[in-house]
């Protein structure tokens, strides 16, 4: 009974921990600056982190979005247009929308699972169990 119980801790360690509170989903607006032709995104770091995605996937819808290029510098996002942040935060929602929030409960406590065999990306939701493919291509 006690191998049991210290393999039942042991799951429970490994378990993805899931925010059962109701509170709301808002993510962080940018913040950033132009310099000449360039627009400066100085808390994208803090943006990914918030997220919980991998930053070159974020960085990809918002330069296909934004129909721009650019680079991360350090910290920093750089594209290679000035853009208003206002339409670079419309841009964040969208992506929280696609890739972030649960269509059946609402609840961003998601994750992005490549299916190797079928090329195709889930979304998997670690607080209803629901599993749907991801519509938008990014990879």
Not at 25 to 32: A, D, H, S, T, V
Not at 58 to 75: C, H, M, N, P, V
Request: hydrophobic residues 30%.
């Amino acid at each position: 009974m006690e191998n049991y119980e210290k393999m039942l801790e042991e799951a429970y360690k490994n378990i993805k921990k899931v925010d059962k509170t109701n509170n709301r989903f808002e993510i962080p607006k940018i913040k950033g600056y132009f310099q000449g032709k360039k627009t400066i995104l100085t808390n994208f770091p803090q943006i990914v982190s918030y997220i919980r995605r991998a930053p070159e996937h974020f960085q990809k819808f918002l330069f296909r979005e934004l129909a721009t290029s650019g680079y991360k510098e350090g910290d920093k996002l750089i594209l290679n247009i000035r853009i208003p942040s206002l339409k670079i935060n419309q841009k964040i929602e969208q992506y929280a929308k696609s890739f972030i929030l649960c269509k059946e409960c609402g609840k961003p406590d998601t994750e992005i699972i490549k299916d190797p065999q079928k090329r195709i990306s889930f979304i998997n939701c670690l607080a209803c169990g629901a599993k749907y493919p991801i519509r938008g291509k990014i990879n």
